[in-house]
């Protein structure tokens, strides 16, 4: 075992998109765990983009990382030594844990991965079986709530969220169109995850094609980019529509409110008229269904009915630039780390 | 009786303030009911906000007035010669009959008044006991939520529905925390009416003072005015705080969105960081509620737990003006024109 620990702290604070500045590379004394915590060792890194929020630093529902302090994420992690009585050496661990290859954990804020290696591979406890994937599904159940033969809409269609949602939207009995960037997540999106349809966000005729796809309105956005794709989602909401507000990835590296004119009260007469519900949600409000969610998820998972892609990035040292991409759309799937080989 | 019927007609389309201008009084003949129809004699004509929504070319959630068109609204009429099984001279209903001294309707478009005099007056069916009570009552209870404890804010607290809202707050045991125009407008609120503070809009420390009347921040907004008092408000709502969205007059006489910068990427960040719910609603979404809502709010009334006033305008004629003032805020209390003296 190596006797120190590699992480990646907060370098500086970005203005706009993050840079290779903001971030660095560190070593330190392997941590030592105490009584009742657990000494760890990354395996998968997840990395999503609620953590350019941690990385500003305005309060959001969360502290932000200090300046030199390890960057936020959750992992998956094994087990190396334990002084907690639910955990032993070798057990598959997630935690919120951070981008580094080792840490010490308090074992009550650690979840032990249950997942079945002829259902899907561990890396998914932070993906399809993770956080993500429970965001879409509790997102999409408790605020959208699709009725069969409803039209429901999500962005980021081919990523982590976005793939799940829609699928879920077809196992409801809704119609499911996708937004994404570029012809081949479209192709994936409608071809292997069999959503109705999929829009190029970067077409010019991003709104005629949208029109198209969704001849009876839009009863569900599930909202997780934000920036022009809703502005263009917005005016076709039927009435009593329901907006799950999950992200706003277009907006996180704006440092001031876009120029004018001002669409706040614009987009406030169209919650009134329309009677629109917008809920904003981050996945530990509904943390008492992880149970539901675990076993739908994977029920739907065996029957072929949820198919997920991941997007494998090796070495710790290569996060930043991973992170930077995810931002402007350049993964494909669900974006995660391999830190290390489990023993 | 007399054979002409008086009408106030949309002359033209207001840009900005409606103006005089935009209404004209016409007399024509008397409508005849036919089959199933019942001929009304107007008491008592409500005059609110969402009006001006209808003098506009936009479609809302109901079509516009035509140019030439009667004006819309609710009113008490009594029932002159009755075609219909349900109604005999003299009943009084409530109906959409617009402005005018008479008017034709179905019997299906009607309701029966059943007011108990000893409770209220007549013209409480077109304001505590009618459209804008149960506005305040279902948005309030459906959508705000309140809990014992909580803080609820509402604008316009002196008027048709913001002075329901903070009474039946009370009611449920959370803190009403009102805004008004003018300190004769607050104080009614908080001495009449037992708010626990009302903060004038006018004042330039409005936020200063709100936060001083909301130590613990604000749980519920009953949102019926937009513009700058939302500005004020939502920075101080709670996480999970809940904003029924039922009116937006400050903002009903812009043509166009104001100047920059574009808040709407804001106001979905905060919906996602504090998860936010808005709900936009109309009264009518509710109408299986009509039965609750007469039952509590009668009680109440009777309880002395809910008192309300009304602003009188009498004739016809004095609508347009008392609508104008009503859009700038100088009614006090629930305005209703006394359109004829019951027979």
């Known amino acids: 075992m190596p006797d120190v620990n590699r992480q990646i702290v907060l370098a500086s604070r970005p203005e706009g998109e993050p840079t290779d500045d903001n971030f660095k590379l560190i070593e330190s004394a392997l941590p030592v765990a105490g009584d009742g915590e657990v000494l760890l060792r990354t395996i998968f890194l997840s990395l999503d983009p609620y953590m350019r929020g941690r990385m500003s630093a305005a309060k959001s ?11 936020e994420g959750g992992a998956v992690s094994q087990v190396v030594e334990s002084h907690h009585a639910n955990f032993k050496k070798g057990d598959f661990v997630v935690g919120s844990t951070g981008w580094q290859t ?11 991965v249950s997942i079945d290696p002829a259902v899907a591979p561990l890396s998914t406890a932070v993906g399809v079986l993770g956080m993500p994937g429970m965001t879409a599904y509790t997102g999409l159940l408790n605020i959208g709530q699709p009725r069969p033969g409803e039209t429901v809409v999500v962005a980021a269609a081919s990523g982590a969220v976005g793939a799940i949602v829609g699928q879920i939207a077809k196992i409801k009995g809704a119609r499911a169109i996708g937004i ?27 709104a005629k094609l949208l029109a198209a796809a969704c ?13 022009h794709v809703s502005e ?29 004119p001002n669409m706040a009260p614009a987009l406030m007469r169209l919650i009134l008229t329309r009677r629109l519900t ?8 509904f943390g008492s269904q992880r149970g539901e969610f675990l076993k739908d998820v994977s029920t739907w998972i065996a029957e072929g009915k949820i198919k997920y892609l991941e997007d494998v990035v090796t070495g710790l040292e290569n996060a930043p630039r991973a992170f930077q991409g995810l931002l402007r759309g350049e993964n494909f799937g669900k974006l995660v780390v391999r830190v290390a080989e489990p023993v």
Do not use: Q, T
């Open 215 to 227: 001849p009876a309105g839009i009863d569900v956005y599930f909202e997780n980019v934000g920036g």
């Open 232 to 260: 263009v989602v917005f005016p076709m909401l039927n009435n009593f529509a329901r907006v799950p507000v999950c992200g706003l990835i277009a907006g996180y590296n704006d440092s001031a409110p876009p120029p004018g």
């Open 180 to 206: 994404a960037g570029g012809k081949r997540k479209c192709d994936y999106v409608v071809n292997e995850l069999g959503f109705d349809a999929c829009i190029d966000h970067r077409d010019p005729d991003l």
């Open 278 to 285: 917008l809920r904003g949600f981050i996945v530990s409000d």
């Open 61 to 71: 529902y969360a502290e932000p990382v200090p300046i030199g302090g390890v960057m």
């Open 102 to 112: 080792h840490s010490v954990a308090k074992g009550e804020a650690l979840g032990k």
